[in-house]
């Protein structure tokens, strides 16, 4: 070896592997305008389509008349559900087992829904004819309020199937009814609550949000007469599922349909369901035979696809007079909208809600789960999170808080006393899941250090003492949440989508010169894939990462995945991309063993080559492994270095995090000032760093705007009150406050790198932090639970009902 030989620490730098914060290779496109939107799409001859949508919220359709729109010069069609109806695509199936409208037949459900589509010559004159379909509507009373959804008298919203009491997931109650899931041994629960020293009590209601990404839902489809192929670009998180949905409602076979998902501006969930809009575009494509644009404005995103939350939980926590958590009942009102659209695993309807006994060791739990359905949009997703974990997530955090004041303990100490041991993992809840692997006490020991816990609670208790005294109008309050999510969906034998299993997929290709490209079955939507899934590799097969093209969103050239939501990502398709690599490796050892003549046992991986064990300097490089793969005959083997994984998780991954957050409300104006905010995260094996502090600080962002300011509410009559961006909440960088990150690791011990997700977790603990810390700040005044969302009215309501504005 000479001085210039890399040593083995220079050589593992070189590839840019696991832990390394390399830089995201995405953003020398997407900072100087080289990203590829679905937007951005033009094919000649395309046409575009626009929606006539109701303006009611519950309406009976008399009549459609498209003439004054047919007569506008450039408008090519007018669709209505009597033109779908020959081609029985005027309902879709949804991902819940129920079907939509894809254009309204008879009746209108909601605000927003899609009545007529109108193709023309370019948007603009498709907007003017959308306004010049007359269309007669006798209003109906509306339902905007689960808690009425299933009263005697209740108008009935689904004509389409109210004789049908049995519903995808069972027996109906009510012909407003969705379905009732329970989990849990509701028995003993109960049981244990009656005889408990102390029981809390309250009902947490998780309001209707919507993820509103930068940019909205909308696609491209193109219909090749000639090759009888048809071609969607879209907007698309699960391109695979969709193009099996595709091919199931029109007939096209599967290999004639191709789906590519483009760069994506943010989907937080948005982009997971099946939209008309995607189902007219492909209509009008293949009758016209000419591409067909469709994408949304802002109100029609925030209106009509997608929305999150919507929950409504009743609960019941018991426990010892010393604060040891003995029962937690759960009863959840779910108002799914007009259409369950909801986008959960087939056996999940509401979704892994049963995460809510939360990081706490809870020897009984019951869960009862009773959909509804109302006159608001469907599409209920995870916003930026797993399967209703957000929503389980807030309630166990709000109740443990309101238990705690009701035993006189401290938050942190209630929490402190509860949580799954070390020792307990793997640790099956009362509630049936199998948590890999966690350190609770080590995280949240590490958060109230970090931000001297004793020391805030002591100027909180001086600050309380100074707002009596009348020398201030601020109440500090405290918020401590911790968070156990469950992410990773899921292991085929009890999670599927519409019947497939979710696995994902890896199919890696080493090129002759050392280069290669990794192609999945997951689509970032911003998340840096293209960066981390390279560093997996580079790592694992020893080709550095500037080397490694990952691909990903084209049904054409990718494996078949169930795509990215719910920070499934890392957990399967990272863990396929490992997996492949192995295969890789392995191939790579035998052809190493042939070129240096020695038996395969001989060698040694070490770093970016084969090594024969105790004579380093007999080595043969994966540069020139690959080489050899493709010009050298090796007896026994095929030429080539390809691998291919679809990796069926064992079991989901379980991220936790603490969060601690400081506010200062002003009782006169109700303006809050997040003075603090520290978030620990676990996510086990770290990839990048830098790219994981990137989705900490964005998903803490959406989890204020959730917490202090997002809703989609309506009024009696189903008018959305949150439809444009002036009502709903999107904070920029003059509310947001500097965030404080930091970390623990505690691998998975089933994932091939140990690592679990992270996208989402930020959210899923930040939205407890931020309500805990505004409820923090009012306890001592007697309040026990004040809803979200926490804006300046609704705090300074409080204020004025505890009595400190008078
Ligand atoms: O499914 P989704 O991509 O939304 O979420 P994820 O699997 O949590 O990954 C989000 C981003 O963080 C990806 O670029 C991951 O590779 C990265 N990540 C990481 O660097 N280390 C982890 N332990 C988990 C995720």
Same mark, same amino acid.
């Given at each position: 070896m000479n001085d210039q030989t890399p040593t083995t620490v220079e050589r593992a730098e070189k590839l840019q592997g696991l832990g390394c914060k390399r830089k995201r290779v995405e953003d020398a496109r997407f900072t100087q305008g080289k990203g590829h939107y679905v937007d951005d799409i033009k094919l000649p001859g395309m046409l575009f389509g626009d929606f006539v949508r109701s303006p009611y919220g519950h309406a009976r359709i008399k009549s459609i008349n498209k003439d004054a729109a047919m007569a506008v010069p450039g408008v090519v069609a007018v669709l209505t559900a009597d033109d779908l109806k020959p081609l029985n695509l005027h309902y879709m199936p949804t991902l819940a087992g129920d079907v939509q409208a894809v254009l309204a037949d008879e009746k209108v459900l909601f605000q927003g829904q899609e009545v007529a589509f109108v193709v023309a010559e370019n948007r603009y004159v498709a907007a003017d004819a959308v306004d010049l379909v007359e269309v007669d509507y006798e209003q109906l009373p509306a339902i905007?309020?689960?808690?009425?959804?299933?009263?005697?008298?209740? !108008? %009935?919203?689904?004509?389409?199937?109210?004789?049908? *009491? +049995?519903?995808?997931? &069972?027996?109906?109650?009510?012909?407003?009814?969705?379905?009732?899931?329970?989990?849990?041994?509701?028995?003993?629960?109960h049981k244990a609550i009656e005889g408990a020293d102390v029981v809390a009590e309250e009902l947490i209601?998780?309001?209707?949000?919507?993820?509103? !990404? %930068?940019?909205?839902?909308?696609?491209?489809?193109? *219909? +090749?007469?000639?090759? &009888?192929?048809?071609?969607?670009?879209?907007?698309?998180?699960?391109?695979?599922?969709?193009?099996?949905?595709?091919?199931l409602i029109t007939n096209i076979p599967e290999h004639n349909i191709r789906i590519i998902s483009p760069d994506i501006g943010g989907g937080f969930g948005n982009k997971v369901g099946v939209y008309p809009g995607y189902i007219c575009a492909a209509v009008a494509s293949i009758v016209t035979g000419v591409p067909i644009k469709w994408v949304e404005d802002r109100m029609e995103n925030l209106t009509s696809t997608a929305f999150a939350r919507d929950y409504h939980m009743s609960g019941k926590i018991a426990a010892t007079r010393d604060g040891r958590i003995t029962a937690l009942d759960c009863h959840v009102l779910a108002d799914h909208g007009a259409f369950d659209a909801c986008a959960d695993p087939t056996k999940f309807p509401a979704g892994f809600f049963n995460i809510c006994t939360g990081s706490y060791d809870i020897p009984l739990a019951h869960v009862s789960v009773d959909g509804v359905y109302t006159n608001k949009a469907p599409g209920g997703v995870a916003y930026r999170c797993s399967f209703r974990v957000t929503e389980a997530s807030y309630f166990i955090e709000r109740m443990i808080d309101i238990l705690a004041r009701k035993l006189d303990m401290d938050p942190a100490e209630i929490r402190m006393k509860n949580f799954i041991r070390k020792d307990q993992f793997p640790y099956t809840s009362a509630l049936g899941w199998e948590y890999d692997s966690g350190d609770y006490e080590t995280a949240l020991d590490k958060a109230m250090k970090t931000v001297d816990y004793a020391g805030l609670r002591a100027e909180q208790n001086a600050n309380r003492e100074a707002f009596d005294r009348g020398?201030?109008?601020?109440?500090?309050?405290?918020?401590?949440?911790?968070?156990?999510?469950?992410?990773g969906a899921g292991p085929v034998k009890n999670c599927d989508i519409l019947g497939l299993g979710m696995f994902d997929s890896?199919?890696?290709?080493?090129?002759?010169?050392?280069?290669?490209?990794?192609r999945l079955g997951t689509i970032s939507q911003g998340q840096g894939h293209a960066t981390t899934f390279a560093q997996i590799l580079a790592s694992e097969i020893g080709i550095p990462a500037d080397q490694i093209t990952v691909e990903e969103g084209d049904t054409d050239t990718a494996p078949y995945g169930l795509?990215?939501?719910?920070?499934?990502?890392?957990?399967?398709?990272?863990?396929?991309?490992?997996?492949?690599?192995?295969?890789?490796?392995?191939?790579?050892?035998?052809?190493?063993?042939?070129?240096l003549e020695v038996h395969e046992d001989d060698l040694e991986w070490d770093v970016d080559r084969f090594q024969v064990k105790g004579n380093p300097e007999q080595h043969k490089t994966m540069a020139e492994i690959a080489f050899a793969a493709y010009n050298q005959a090796i007896p026994g083997l095929e030429p080539g270095l390809e691998a291919v994984s679809y990796y069926d998780p064992p079991n989901m991954t379980y991220p936790f995090g603490a969060y601690i957050c400081v506010v200062d409300v002003d009782v006169d104006t109700g303006v809050t000032d997040i003075r603090r905010f520290y978030a620990l995260d676990d996510c086990g094996t770290r990839i990048n760093p830098m790219i994981i502090e990137g989705q900490v600080h964005g998903g803490l962002t959406e989890s204020l705007a959730i917490a202090m300011g997002q809703e989609i509410a309506y009024d009696e009559i189903g008018n959305v009150k949150g439809s444009s961006l002036l009502d709903?909440?999107?904070?920029?960088?003059?509310?947001?406050?500097?965030?404080?990150?930091?970390?623990?690791?505690?691998?998975?011990?089933?994932?091939?790198?140990?690592?679990?997700?992270?996208?989402?977790?930020?959210?899923?603990?930040?939205?407890?932090?931020?309500?805990?810390?505004v409820n923090d700040a009012f306890a001592h005044k007697g309040l026990t639970h004040t809803q979200m969302p926490h804006d300046h009215w609704r705090v300074w309501k409080t204020a004025e009902k505890l009595g400190l504005n008078g």
């Open positions: 905007n309020n689960a808690f009425k959804a299933m009263d005697e008298n209740a !108008p %009935l919203l689904r004509e389409d199937i109210k004789d049908k *009491m +049995d519903g995808a997931h &069972g027996p109906r109650k009510h012909y407003n009814h969705i379905f009732n899931w329970s989990v849990g041994d509701r028995e003993d629960t209601t998780y309001q209707r949000v919507h993820p509103c !990404p %930068l940019e909205t839902c909308g696609c491209v489809a193109s *219909m +090749d007469k000639v090759n &009888g192929k048809l071609t969607i670009w879209g907007t698309f998180q699960a391109p695979h599922a969709v193009r099996t949905v595709a091919s020398e201030t109008r601020k109440l500090m309050g405290i918020g401590v949440a911790f968070f156990t999510e469950i992410v890896c199919e890696i290709r080493i090129h002759p010169t050392g280069s290669a490209i990794a795509g990215t939501y719910g920070s499934r990502s890392t957990p399967v398709a990272g863990a396929a991309t490992a997996m492949a690599g192995r295969k890789i490796r392995a191939k790579a050892q035998m052809i190493a063993a042939y070129l709903f909440f999107l904070p920029t960088a003059v509310e947001t406050p500097a965030w404080e990150t930091d970390y623990t690791v505690t691998p998975s011990p089933h994932h091939p790198i140990g690592a679990k997700g992270v996208g989402e977790s930020p959210n899923v603990g930040g939205v407890s932090a931020f309500s805990n810390a």
